[in-house]
């Protein structure tokens, strides 16, 4: 498994569980030996980006909810303020109420607009969600390094302090020049001054990881370890397929082009008339004069109105205006796309290469390297070998090492860049679909 998530699932379960309150950060604690989950974890309960894209998902969601209502009913009152007599009696005050109903489809069009936009911000919700993690693994994988690198120069620089003493004492034996310890003293203080300058490093890259994470600056730096090196392949015929389907982003300008669509379909019904209908009731007063049939009657009057877009072309050039929007759309999905394709192919050849690169340093120049160096150690002790040989070898090694080190953490990183393109993790897709 290349990186453990927490819930396991993706699409719908991980929205889920974006925009679930956690139960485990209902203190908001942040664990004291934390691992690579517990910042994945915090991130999505906490980090600003993410409560930005969910209050903004959130509110689409609620302007969807709304939008395939009908019009406000409108209710009205007027006051006669000489009131008109009539045989009946005097009229006093009206009440009116009216509803206005647009052509039939515009109200589900525009609700499938709606509908349509806030399930392309979900998109991007979920979008902003891998991209804040794809931070966060960046930053672990940064600081992993920068601790496999300290622990290696570590070991290297107590390698040069033996040597160092191993060229004294045959120095005292008079099989060595003093040249050989000075060499070794010298090789010693480069390799103190790299481990503070590395040391200097440690604070900067926490930093950087508590600020991906969206935590104080001042937690302290976790014991961050690199994911295992890939060692199945991935099936590269399917992941551009993969790519297409699954990519939040495209997903979310897609969604933006069928709101386009309906928005089209919207502008298009304007052009027809709409209805009103209303109901006016008239409170009369007794007649003057008695015995008059209906007298104080109140009548109630029912209306019927029709708005007629005389004016075309202003139904016309909205309809020209959106048209436009979704072409518009659908060149940006479009480029984005070939972009995105351009990035796939950028990300596997640094997977495939990175891979190869760390084999053939794991199992082929590092065992050698460090047969180099043995057999130079034991060929100096027995005066076959220079010192300037054992010195030599110790420093192949260490480039070596740091050079498996440098492949192991290309392909994290490309590895994770790759998660964040398909929208998917890496492993549940091997499991799936990789060969041997």
């Not at 009229?91 to 399930?119: C, D, H, M, N, Y």
């Not at 480069?190 to 937690?219: Q, Y």
């Not at 409170?283 to 029912?302: L, N, Q, Y």
């Not at 110790?394 to 790759?418: G, I, P, W």
């Amino acid at each position: 498994m290349f990186w453990k998530y927490p819930g396991h699932t993706f699409g719908a379960a991980i929205l889920w569980a974006l925009l679930a309150a956690s139960l485990a950060w209902a203190g908001n604690e942040f664990p004291q030996q934390p691992v690579l989950d517990d910042y994945l974890q915090w991130a999505t309960e906490y980090h600003p980006r993410l409560a930005a894209s969910r209050a903004q998902y959130q509110a689409t969601v609620h302007n969807a909810d709304q939008a395939g209502a009908l019009p406000d009913l409108r209710l009205s009152w007027g006051e006669m303020i000489v009131p008109v007599e009539t045989r009946v009696g005097a009229q006093q005050r009206i009440f009116s109420v009216s509803q206005s109903l647009p052509w039939f489809g515009t109200l589900g069009e525009s609700q499938g607009a709606a509908k349509s936009k806030a399930q392309a911000a979900q998109s991007l919700f979920l979008a902003d969600s891998l991209a804040v993690a794809q931070g966060v693994r960046t930053a672990w994988i940064q600081l992993a390094k920068l601790q496999q690198e300290i622990f290696l120069t570590r070991g290297h620089f107590e390698l040069s302090r033996q040597s160092e003493d191993l060229a004294l004492h045959a120095y005292e034996a008079g099989t060595a020049r003093f040249r050989n310890v000075l060499q070794a003293q010298m090789e010693s203080e480069k390799l103190k001054v790299r481990l503070e300058s590395l040391g200097d490093r440690l604070v900067p890259s926490t930093v950087f990881l508590n600020s991906a994470a969206g935590l104080p600056s001042t937690i302290k730096a976790p014991e961050a370890v690199l994911p295992p090196v890939l060692e199945k392949a991935l099936a590269w015929n399917d992941l551009q397929h993969v790519l297409d389907r699954d990519n939040p982003t495209l997903k979310s300008m897609r969604q933006k082009e069928d709101s386009h669509r309906h928005l089209v379909e919207v502008a298009r019904l304007s052009g027809r008339p709409g209805l009103t209908l209303g109901l006016d009731y008239i409170m009369t007063g007794d007649a003057i004069m008695a015995g008059v049939d209906d007298s104080g009657k109140d009548p109630i009057i029912a209306r019927l109105a029709i708005n007629v877009p005389l004016w075309s072309g202003k139904s016309t050039a909205r309809r020209l205006a959106e048209t436009s929007r979704l072409q518009a759309a659908t060149y940006d999905r479009s480029r984005m796309s070939l972009d995105l394709a351009q990035q796939l192919e950028k990300v596997l050849f640094q997977v495939r290469d990175s891979g190869r690169s760390w084999h053939l340093y794991h199992e082929n120049l590092l065992p050698r390297a460090r047969q180099i160096l043995s057999s130079s150690i034991s060929d100096y002790e027995t005066g076959r070998a220079t010192f300037d040989e054992v010195i030599g070898a110790r420093e192949s090694l260490l480039a070596l090492e740091l050079a498996r080190l440098r492949a192991a953490v290309d392909q994290s990183l490309a590895l994770n860049d790759l998660e964040a393109l398909l929208g998917a993790p890496v492993d549940s897709f091997i499991i799936s679909h990789g060969n041997e």
